[in-house]
């Protein structure tokens, strides 16, 4: 078996360790003696490496970052509307997540266009919202809680299935306690930190859908692995924050 996981530019969407959740779901496919293959995806990337992405990650950027690389996306936007219908695994995080949608207006009222492969806006409004952030999720996993810690200034707001309801922090926009999404195999969340290593069982349930929808694999057939210090670190979170 094996596993194609594709980083979108690296170098510019590279918040707060977000380049943590690919190490992580490399050395978790490695554990399992799954052959796994990293591509980066940069301005002078060829298409094909897309194309044979099982797993994709949009990290999170800054303003002025999210805005150098929101045109460069565009060109791609069939070709990641048509994978993301097609079930492949996309992690997109907090600027990532906010370019799946129509558009990101900052915080100086400039309008960065997004993706719009999902029917939603993000606006930069009042403060930032910063600091730890716990949720209950909504995907079939054990345990429910989801760690991470957010510092964003969009307001994003949608009727999709969200990611989870906010237990401690502001998730989405810091009104209706609802963070992130859920479209097929899309998770868009604002949980940075790395996301992967500390909710392992997150980092699992997408290498589960790979697996499955590649080489039909049944989730009994999926080894588990000795998560004793991922959950330590995941449960000092909710102690000390919860
Ligand atoms: N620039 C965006 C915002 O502030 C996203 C920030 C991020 O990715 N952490 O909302």
């Given at each position: ?132 952030i716990i949720i ?9 809680t989801?760690v ?19 237990l401690k ?69 909710k102690?000390?924050?919860m």
């Amino acid at each position: 078996m094996e596993i194609n996981i594709v980083n979108m530019f690296p170098e510019v969407l590279n918040l707060y360790g977000d380049r943590g959740n690919i190490i992580c779901l490399q050395k978790r496919c490695v554990w399992r003696g799954i052959k796994v293959n990293i591509f980066e995806y940069n301005l002078d990337s060829n298409q094909e490496i897309l194309k044979n992405a099982d797993i994709i990650l949009l990290g999170g950027a800054s303003d002025r970052e999210q805005s150098i690389v929101y045109s460069h996306l565009l060109n791609l936007k069939e070709l990641i509307k048509s994978l993301i219908e097609d079930g492949v695994c996309l992690l997109a995080i907090c600027g990532g997540y906010q370019l799946l949608g129509e558009a990101y207006v900052d915080s100086s009222g400039r309008t960065i266009k997004g993706l719009h492969i999902l029917d939603f806006i993000t606006k930069a409004e009042g403060k930032r919202l910063i600091g730890n952030i716990i949720i209950e999720t909504s995907l079939d996993v054990f345990p429910k809680t989801v760690v991470g810690y957010e510092n964003h200034g969009g307001r994003t707001y949608h009727d999709y299935q969200p990611f989870g309801k906010v237990l401690k922090g502001y998730g989405n926009n810091g009104k209706d306690r609802f963070e992130g999404l859920i479209y097929k195999n899309v998770i868009g969340t604002y949980l940075h930190g790395p996301l992967l290593p500390k909710n392992p069982h997150i980092a699992d349930l997408m290498l589960k859908k790979v697996l499955e929808r590649k080489y039909a694999l049944d989730s009994s057939e999926f080894q588990r692995l000795n998560d004793t210090l991922e959950y330590m670190a995941h449960n000092k979170v909710k102690e000390l924050y919860m």
